[in-house]
């Protein structure tokens, strides 16, 4: 593999398990190799967390936000942005799709954040102790009613969406099924807590309450007893259809565009082998997650999957943001730019329902396609952003003191990817390039790097940038 | 508990100021309080970023009384990051912009009386303070250093800089000027609070204590002294207040005790059958009292204790009583 190769490589395994890197950052991976970068991500543990004290000094709003999303989001964009834990955080991410839970029902953006925390805390250790953390997570309570689902007048929205888009899919269990696992976590609830007038948000606690607990014996997938919520969530894990169903998400989520998850009862995996080597790894595992993302990233399917994905709207935003070095550490900007996502279509901690966003080319339209093209157009062609500066510096001095219009346009696309292009796409990098001749660094520096700034400002707005 | 007693010394938990308001009489994210003459309190509202990205509304600078009477607030859209306030002998107000790397002043009326950047030596000005002489000290959280200044913002003096050695900072927050004259600076990075000099010359340190009745200081926001030389510090990371002898050792900590609502609030509450109601299902209200985020800490003629509850939108005030007997304790 050439050197070139190897950095691609690494760049489309950072765009995915993480939220991009720049080209300093790879060089130093790739003396690592691409196997011990992978163990890096997975050993996030060994890697400082986000500094909390300066986030909550500066912007002190974002640590309890209360009802209002913008503060909230702006805490979590702070942590995508500096996180040197990118793949403890992308997991985050990748729960939050999983196991959507909105703001505009709980309205309590602090209640969402831990969640949040709590996908950081154990969303990269075992499925089993995620889903029973979930059952009991305040936020995910109250977004789908387990304190109102009680032992004389069951509710059955937290077992059905358990079983439909939590664990097993659409097509694995019947309704009579969903019947008895709500019943099973009758007494999961929240206590109730101090109300926000006059001083602001308090804590919301889960708590069980054994007297609203239905003790009688139910009958679920083909077991009959006493079965209280872990009983519940045993017997799901016993299920063919759990680790397909999350090693779908999976893929899904780091490898390839799937169809919508309301299809997938009717729609095979677009890669079948591949979803049977992860689920296999999920069950002899335990249901421990780093084992299968290990077998994921060193797979050949995913490094087959370079740009088949369409980047999501806080991908765009927060790559974006960390390869041209803007919003790093306290900014006031951190909320507005936080609304950002919001405006490409994937509102974080407010997704539009239990089932979370459609992703995939759906992420498109004439509308979102404008502020994804804006929002990096803005900031690549920013020469006075330090990661910018970068990106120039390294393409000045790739070849010379001056450089052909064909050598300016693939310099540029490979600090930027490195990306590969169509060449209708090429040609028309090469028409603007040609427009303004040679580009002469030793004799107008400052001029070629307001070239660069435009030309990747236009690769920005390709077709082949908006994959990942 | 409302009594604090020890090595013959007494707080009591007075009454709490405010509630979580966006305006009107109530705070955002309360960062600062200084006193003025008269019983008058400056609360700063550090409030939350607008949505062009600065400049928001909530942040401003109210004036109170100490008996919670409402007199109006200032500064509005002036501010971007705000930091710490303090009030000179004539009663102007000196607001730190840390963002605008300026001095905002005010005169005792709320008139915007211009700005000062120090003659550029303000690289991230945060805690602010006056002395007898009105000289104002800045802490700079950038060069890590106290700088000083007379009032119309001219360069005199610095000392300290960048580590972890006695003397030094890292990035320092809240700052106060005992009647002596000697400079007391909450080291928030450092974990720990310093006495000085008026000239520099490092005297004492507080928190380092990683064990007894309170234990080390976490990231502590600001500093104050009473009229006896307690040192008490905002352990804005532990959520808690700090009482220090003046030479160094820990006498004890405060965790705040606004159990009670304060008058503008009961207010609201009052006003919200639905609010009494959900307050009579919480089953344990015992937390309602302690501090979220304590961030400033003023003490008045009187050695009230004067805390901005941040989170809280509320200032907790306690009184250090001089005579306090112990009641017969077989009641």
């Given at each position: 593999?050439?050197?070139?190769e190897?950095i691609a490589?690494l760049?489309h395994?950072?765009?995915?398990a993480?939220f991009g890197?720049?080209?300093?950052e790879?060089e130093?991976m790739?003396?690592q190799?691409?196997?011990a970068?992978?163990e890096?991500?997975?050993?996030?543990e060994n890697q400082?967390p986000v500094?909390?004290?300066t986030?909550?000094?500066?912007?002190?709003?974002t640590?309890?936000?209360?009802?209002?999303a913008?503060?909230?989001?702006?805490n979590w964009?702070y942590?995508?942005v500096?996180?040197?834990?990118p793949?403890?955080e992308k997991?985050?991410?990748f729960?939050h799709?999983?196991?959507?839970?909105?703001?505009a029902?709980?309205?309590n953006?602090?209640h969402l954040?831990?969640?949040i925390?709590?996908?950081?805390?154990?969303g990269m250790d075992?499925y089993?102790?995620?889903?029973?953390?979930l059952?009991?997570?305040?936020a995910?309570?109250?977004w789908?009613?387990n304190?109102?689902?009680?032992?004389i007048?069951p509710?059955?929205?937290?077992g059905?969406?358990l079983?439909?888009?939590?664990?097993?899919g659409?097509g694995?269990?019947?309704?009579?099924?969903?019947?008895?696992?709500?019943?099973?976590f009758?007494?999961?609830?929240?206590?109730?807590?101090m109300?926000?007038y006059?001083?602001?948000?308090?804590?919301?606690?889960?708590e069980?309450?054994?007297?609203?607990?239905?003790?009688?014996?139910?009958?679920?997938l083909g077991?009959?007893?006493n079965?209280n919520?872990?009983?519940?969530?045993?017997?799901?894990l016993?299920?063919?259809?759990?680790?397909?169903?999350i090693v779908?998400?999976?893929?899904?989520?780091?490898?390839?565009?799937e169809?919508?998850?309301?299809?997938?009862n009717?729609?095979?995996?677009r890669?079948p082998?591949?979803?049977?080597v992860?689920a296999?790894?999920f069950v002899e595992n335990d249901?421990?997650?780093?084992p299968?993302l290990?077998?994921?990233f060193?797979?050949d399917?995913?490094?087959d999957?370079?740009y088949k994905?369409v980047?999501?709207?806080?991908e765009?935003?927060?790559?974006t943001?960390?390869?041209?070095?803007?919003?790093?550490g306290?900014?006031?900007?951190?909320?507005?730019v936080?609304r950002e996502?919001?405006y490409?279509?994937?509102?974080?901690?407010d997704p539009p329902?239990?089932?979370?966003w459609?992703?995939g080319?759906?992420?498109i339209?004439?509308g979102?396609l404008v502020?994804?093209?804006n929002f990096v157009?803005d900031?690549?062609?920013?020469?006075?952003?330090?990661?910018?500066?970068r990106?120039v510096?390294?393409?000045?001095?790739?070849n010379?003191?001056t450089?052909?219009?064909?050598?300016f346009?693939?310099n540029?696309l490979?600090?930027?990817?490195?990306?590969p292009?169509s060449?209708?796409?090429?040609?028309?990098?090469?028409?603007?390039?040609?427009s303004?001749g040679t580009?002469?660094w030793e004799?107008?520096?400052d001029?070629?790097?307001?070239?660069t700034g435009?030309m990747?400002a236009?690769?920005?707005?390709?077709?082949?940038y908006q994959f990942g | 508990?409302?009594?604090?007693?020890v090595?013959?010394?007494?707080?009591?938990?007075s009454?709490?100021i405010?509630r979580?308001a966006?305006?009107?009489n109530?705070f955002?994210?309360?960062?600062?309080v200084?006193?003025?003459p008269?019983?008058?309190?400056y609360?700063l509202?550090?409030g939350?970023e607008?949505a062009?990205?600065?400049?928001?509304p909530n942040?401003r600078?109210?004036k109170?009384?100490?008996t919670?009477?409402?007199?109006g607030d200032?500064?509005?859209?002036e501010l971007v990051w705000?930091?710490s306030?303090?009030?000179d002998?004539?009663?102007?107000?000196?607001?730190?912009?840390?963002?605008d790397?300026k001095i905002?002043?005010?005169?005792?009326?709320?008139?915007?009386?211009?700005?000062?950047n120090g003659?550029?030596?303000?690289?991230?000005?945060s805690?602010?303070?006056c002395?007898?002489?009105?000289?104002i000290?800045?802490?700079?959280?950038d060069?890590n250093e106290?700088?000083?200044?007379?009032?119309?913002?001219k360069?005199?003096?610095?000392?300290?800089?960048?580590?972890?050695a006695?003397?030094?900072?890292?990035?320092?927050?809240g700052?106060?000027?005992?009647a002596?004259?000697?400079?007391?600076?909450?080291?928030?990075?450092n974990?720990r609070?310093q006495?000085?000099?008026?000239d520099?010359?490092?005297?004492a340190?507080y928190?380092?204590?990683?064990s007894?009745?309170?234990?080390?200081l976490?990231?502590?926001s600001?500093?104050?002294?009473d009229?006896?030389g307690d040192?008490y510090v905002?352990d804005?990371?532990?959520?808690?207040?700090?009482i220090?002898?003046?030479?160094?050792?820990?006498?004890?900590?405060?965790e705040?005790d606004a159990?009670?609502?304060?008058?503008w609030?009961?207010?609201v509450v009052e006003?919200?059958?639905d609010?009494?109601?959900?307050?009579?299902?919480?089953?344990?209200?015992r937390?309602?009292?302690?501090?979220?985020?304590?961030v400033?800490i003023a003490?008045?003629?009187?050695?009230n204790?004067?805390i901005?509850?941040?989170?809280?939108?509320?200032?907790?005030?306690?009184a250090?009583e001089k005579?306090?007997?112990d009641p017969?304790?077989n009641?």
């Amino acid at each position: 593999m050439s050197n070139r190769e190897e950095i691609a490589l690494l760049a489309h395994l950072m765009r995915r398990a993480g939220f991009g890197a720049t080209r300093d950052e790879l060089e130093a991976m790739a003396e690592q190799g691409y196997e011990a970068t992978v163990e890096h991500l997975l050993d996030y543990e060994n890697q400082p967390p986000v500094d909390e004290y300066t986030l909550y000094r500066y912007h002190p709003i974002t640590e309890v936000p209360g009802g209002a999303a913008a503060p909230g989001q702006a805490n979590w964009l702070y942590f995508m942005v500096n996180t040197q834990r990118p793949l403890n955080e992308k997991m985050a991410l990748f729960w939050h799709h999983v196991f959507a839970t909105g703001n505009a029902k709980v309205d309590n953006c602090n209640h969402l954040l831990e969640q949040i925390q709590m996908f950081r805390d154990v969303g990269m250790d075992n499925y089993r102790e995620l889903l029973v953390r979930l059952a009991s997570n305040p936020a995910m309570i109250y977004w789908l009613d387990n304190n109102e689902n009680h032992k004389i007048a069951p509710n059955e929205n937290w077992g059905r969406e358990l079983l439909e888009l939590f664990s097993l899919g659409v097509g694995n269990y019947t309704e009579q099924d969903v019947y008895e696992c709500s019943r099973a976590f009758t007494g999961w609830t929240i206590s109730a807590k101090m109300p926000r007038y006059p001083y602001g948000r308090h804590p919301w606690q889960f708590e069980y309450r054994a007297e609203d607990h239905d003790e009688t014996d139910k009958s679920f997938l083909g077991y009959t007893g006493n079965f209280n919520g872990e009983d519940i969530i045993d017997i799901i894990l016993k299920q063919p259809a759990c680790p397909n169903f999350i090693v779908r998400h999976l893929y899904n989520f780091f490898v390839e565009d799937e169809p919508q998850v309301p299809a997938w009862n009717i729609e095979q995996p677009r890669n079948p082998d591949a979803i049977r080597v992860l689920a296999q790894t999920f069950v002899e595992n335990d249901y421990d997650i780093k084992p299968v993302l290990r077998v994921l990233f060193n797979s050949d399917f995913f490094k087959d999957a370079m740009y088949k994905k369409v980047k999501n709207p806080t991908e765009v935003v927060v790559s974006t943001l960390r390869l041209t070095g803007d919003l790093q550490g306290p900014d006031p900007r951190l909320e507005a730019v936080a609304r950002e996502p919001g405006y490409m279509g994937q509102d974080i901690l407010d997704p539009p329902s239990v089932e979370g966003w459609h992703t995939g080319h759906e992420w498109i339209n004439s509308g979102s396609l404008v502020k994804r093209v804006n929002f990096v157009a803005d900031r690549i062609s920013d020469t006075n952003l330090p990661g910018v500066q970068r990106i120039v510096e390294r393409i000045a001095g790739a070849n010379g003191a001056t450089m052909t219009p064909e050598e300016f346009v693939e310099n540029c696309l490979d600090q930027m990817g490195p990306l590969p292009v169509s060449d209708q796409t090429r040609g028309e990098l090469l028409s603007q390039a040609q427009s303004e001749g040679t580009v002469d660094w030793e004799g107008s520096y400052d001029d070629s790097a307001r070239r660069t700034g435009e030309m990747l400002a236009l690769i920005g707005a390709t077709r082949e940038y908006q994959f990942g | 508990m409302l009594t604090t007693t020890v090595s013959g010394r007494t707080w009591n938990f007075s009454h709490a100021i405010g509630r979580n308001a966006a305006a009107g009489n109530g705070f955002t994210q309360p960062t600062d309080v200084a006193v003025a003459p008269g019983g008058v309190l400056y609360v700063l509202n550090r409030g939350q970023e607008g949505a062009g990205g600065v400049q928001a509304p909530n942040k401003r600078i109210g004036k109170v009384t100490i008996t919670e009477e409402f007199i109006g607030d200032f500064a509005r859209e002036e501010l971007v990051w705000p930091m710490s306030i303090a009030v000179d002998s004539a009663g102007n107000l000196y607001c730190t912009d840390e963002y605008d790397k300026k001095i905002k002043v005010y005169d005792a009326d709320g008139i915007n009386a211009g700005e000062w950047n120090g003659d550029g030596n303000l690289g991230s000005p945060s805690g602010i303070a006056c002395d007898a002489d009105d000289n104002i000290y800045v802490t700079d959280a950038d060069s890590n250093e106290v700088k000083k200044f007379s009032s119309d913002g001219k360069f005199l003096a610095s000392f300290g800089g960048a580590g972890s050695a006695p003397g030094k900072f890292n990035r320092p927050w809240g700052i106060t000027i005992g009647a002596d004259g000697s400079v007391y600076v909450a080291d928030w990075g450092n974990n720990r609070a310093q006495k000085f000099s008026a000239d520099g010359e490092h005297i004492a340190t507080y928190g380092e204590e990683t064990s007894g009745p309170a234990g080390a200081l976490n990231h502590p926001s600001d500093i104050a002294v009473d009229s006896e030389g307690d040192v008490y510090v905002s352990d804005w990371g532990n959520k808690l207040v700090k009482i220090y002898e003046n030479d160094g050792p820990v006498l004890t900590q405060l965790e705040g005790d606004a159990i009670e609502f304060s008058k503008w609030a009961k207010e609201v509450v009052e006003s919200n059958p639905d609010v009494v109601k959900a307050y009579r299902r919480v089953k344990d209200t015992r937390s309602l009292g302690l501090f979220n985020r304590p961030v400033g800490i003023a003490v008045d003629e009187d050695d009230n204790i004067i805390i901005t509850d941040s989170t809280r939108g509320r200032l907790q005030v306690y009184a250090k009583e001089k005579d306090y007997m112990d009641p017969q304790f077989n009641l």
